[in-house]
């Protein structure tokens, strides 16, 4: 998906298991040369379990993590994820069984912006079970 760009990768992840796959992405794709970093849309608190143990592994290895858990923090950063060669969303996966509102639903709007979006799983926002959208959902 990167082609011959190789520009920044952007991977946007959440507190969970997906955000977990998030954080092994970025590290194998620095491992391989390119400039991806993860940007968090939780408190580093809520990471917990696999996910905390691979998102450790990513800093250890010289991992940049950028924090998206307020509406500050998305506004300082919305124009570095939306105009990278590739956002990687594993923001949420197929547990999630509410409607993202609020300001997760306002980093998956800025993920709609982006050129070239990968989702982990499944598109944050889409219900696994009925396809259905719930409250607003990346397209990847």
Same mark, same amino acid.
């Given at each position: ?25 970025? @590290? ?19 990471? @917990? ?31 570095? /994820? ?5 956002? /990687? ?10 409607? /993202? ?20 799983? /499944? ?18």
């Amino acid at each position: 998906m990167l082609g011959a760009e190789r520009g920044h990768v952007a991977v946007v992840c959440g507190p969970g298991n997906n955000g977990g796959d998030g954080f092994v992405a970025a @590290r194998v794709l620095r491992d391989r040369g390119i400039d991806a970093v993860v940007y968090l849309a939780a408190e580093r608190a809520a990471v @917990r379990g696999d996910a905390r143990l691979h998102l450790e592994v990513f800093e250890r290895s010289g991992g940049i993590v950028r924090m998206l858990a307020t509406p500050a923090q998305l506004a300082t950063l919305d124009a570095r /994820i939306i105009d990278a060669a590739l956002v /990687i969303d594993a923001l949420f996966g197929v547990g999630l069984a509410r409607a /993202i509102e609020g300001h997760l639903a306002e980093v998956v709007t800025m993920m709609l912006m982006a050129e070239r979006v990968l989702a982990v799983d /499944i598109p944050s926002g889409i219900d696994a079970d009925t396809g259905r959208t719930l409250g607003v959902a990346v397209i990847a």
